[in-house]
């Protein structure tokens, strides 16, 4: 898969480069460490050759199109980024003209850190149903059939514990938020100009970093991306202190999908549950 | 001669003052590993590279309360914080160690920060020298070194059968008291740290280059998160807010990073690092000549926590080389 899905990434970019289609092709190069791959912006033809496509390519630089706005640029897109591609698009953040789409299909990123590189997929491949990028311009590998609807396991065992083993979960995972913000930093849907956890006033959240307020905060967060988060699970990954957030959001994520039958981000012009209202719309929960 | 605790004897040493004080050591939470205050000796993890989070958090907290101000017989009654709680850390890398030392240096010039200067007051360092480096360290290119005993109360140097002790200060030697340390020859192992960042003539290079694309360009990468801040011994920046409940305020102090958005944002809405570029620029030029310029040493030693935690791999050890690369070209340019 590497060599050859980065031979057609690099030519590709080449082409769009020297023609003068995009200003900039934002993909993956190697990193410090010399394996692990990191984003990389090419701007000239002559660069392309630091691109680079393996599993360890987990970043979603989809977040990155909000920074090149009015810019025509190319992006490479997993399965899972290609969804939050959409959901930019459907939330007019980004104008579709001026983007172009290197889709791959994603054969699954593993787990790794700096330095760092095991055999095992992320638990974000465990869930993933769309390696298939669902929208693209130009498309690298082979689509591969998707398997069966996820079962939401990780959100059911949890559903196994009491609600006091759960809140005590969750005050530790609280224990340990700094709020460095790398979770929102990181997430294609979160870019309010100014995020409501900065607000002066009202004072959603107080400024301490302490448990009442860390929690206030992921809980805030998760519930912004109700029917809205694609799973690429970013915010986990960039944890520094490890919080499962897909706890949170795949929680929320299963929710919508049985209320409304609706995953983020399939379509560029889909409507999004939680943020329109239908005439014979049922109210939901206990009817 | 070296002065020796075998492993027992210092697991015993450390449960007596368990009794009496606060311990923090580094412990295993879920897969991290943090200072914690342990109960017992055998919290401790004594084999680790170094903790996920650094230990300046005993000192410059995440979140501190600077005083209290309550209404009282018409006018306002202020209380400031006092540090009272007797502090032993253990197990504090060489690297974090110089990390406190260096941010002695604002937090204790004129007008001193009181918090600090009573947390220091209040905590007594017994060092952990480096055995084996990880691969991102480069304590060495900061002017540290694995073994460096100069900013702790107490080194301790794994030997054979046991650790070899360094008291270094008066307060390391008053919580040495009464304890048995045996006489050896056996010369404890000298551990290097081989990676070598070119960090000689960095302020120069930096002023050179302050105004070259670089910045702009790697600022593209980075996705401004806080992570490098929070883990970094030696980022001091915070914010502070006054907080009121049932009449009573509190002025907080919290971490905050050069990195967010609107750290810098004033009255009116201007902000003057409002572009990414310079925000990035600035964390590295804080590191690498403001703090030199005012203080002497650089403000980075070499812990390598940025590295490994940042999201992007924006490396502090790669754009150190850049820098010096790039400095050099324009110096060049210029002649």
Redesign the interface.
Known sequence: MGSDFTQQIRDKAKELLEKGTVECVIGYET???GF?A????IYEPAEVERLVFDNTCS?NLV??LL?KKGKPTAVIVKGCDSRSLNLLLSEKQIDRDNIFIIGVVCPGVVEW???NRSDQLQIRCNWCRQHNPVIYDFLVGEPVTEGPPDDFADIAAMETKSTEEREAFWR?QAE?C?????C???CPGCYCIDCFV?QLDPEWV?????PEENLMWNTIRAFHLAGRCISCN?CE??C???IPLSLLNRRIEREVLGLFDYRAGMSEDAVAPLITFMKDEKLGIGE | MTKIIGKNELESWLSGIMKERTVFAPTRVDDLILFRPVQSADEIVFDYENTNLSPKELFFPKTETLFTAVPKDGDIELTPTTVDQEVILFGIRPCDARGIAILDGPFLDEPADSLWSQHREKTTMIGLSCTKPAPQCFCTSMGSAPNDASNVDIMLTQVEDGYAVETITEKGEKLLQGVELRESDVQPPVPTCDVNIPAEGIVEAITKMFDDPYWSRLADRCIHCNVCAYVCPTCYCFDIRDRTDKGKTERIRTWESCQSKGFTRIAGGYDPRADKGTRLRQRFCHKLLYFPQQFGALGCVGCGRCVIACPVNIDIREIISDVQKIGAEVGQGSN
């Open positions: 990193g410090s460490d692990s990191r984003p990389a912006f970043h977040k990155y920074n850190g700096w330095n530790e340990h700094v709020r460095c913000y790398a929102r930093q990181a900065e107080g400024i301490r970093i302490a970013e990954r960039v520094p202190v490890n």
